[in-house]
């Protein structure tokens, strides 16, 4: 059995705009004649590698102080070995409980480690020479948001712009309370 070496997801993943806790909702698009959308197989992939909470390091600090839960799909134990994958996700779930904090952070900049994290999630689809290279931009709009802007290159093809909100606790529970 010949085993794909390239991510090609069956289905088009749109994000829900509205943002209910921490959890953001992921819906199956569909075309007009009520099929699964199967195009935009590469924004799915970096969707679901963004969303799928990577494992922890064991020196990372973890959002919740009283716990010792490191996170990470059950689905990369031995993915390399079994089906020739890498493991998927990214650890931007570590910023769930943090401040957005500027550059003299002991930590350094809220911003620039989510641009860390965003990189080290997409960095294996240029190791697997699905993507060229990328670029990620991360502005802070306000006090409780940061925004990113992925732009991945796919050799002569068109570039794939990718934007996203990260909101932080502090503005979601306002709005739900």
């Known amino acids: 059995m010949v085993v794909p070496t390239r991510f090609a997801p069956d289905v088009r993943l749109v994000q829900n705009a509205y943002f209910p806790a921490y959890q953001v909702t992921l819906d199956w ?23 799928t909470n990577a494992l922890a390091d064991v020196d990372d600090p973890l959002p919740d102080p009283d716990s010792t839960d490191r996170a990470g799909w059950w689905g990369n134990l031995d993915c390399e070995t079994i089906w020739d994958a890498w493991p998927i996700g990214s ?4 910023m769930r409980r943090s401040k957005i904090e500027g550059p003299n952070a002991a930590r350094g900049a809220t911003t620039v480690r989510v641009a860390n994290y965003i990189a080290q999630a997409i960095q294996p689809f240029v190791d697997r020479n699905i993507i060229s290279t990328f670029n990620v931009a991360v502005i802070r709009v306000d006090t409780q948001q940061i925004d990113a802007l992925i732009t991945l290159y796919r050799g002569p ?13 502090e503005l979601i529970n306002l709005k739900a309370g």
């Open 29 to 51: 698009a569909l075309l007009g004649d009520g099929t699964l959308d199967d195009t935009q197989a590469l924004a799915t992939a970096v969707c679901i590698a963004l969303g």
């Open 157 to 169: 093809r068109e570039a794939i712009e990718l934007r996203y909100q990260i909101l932080w606790d």
């Open 91 to 94: 650890k931007l779930w570590l």
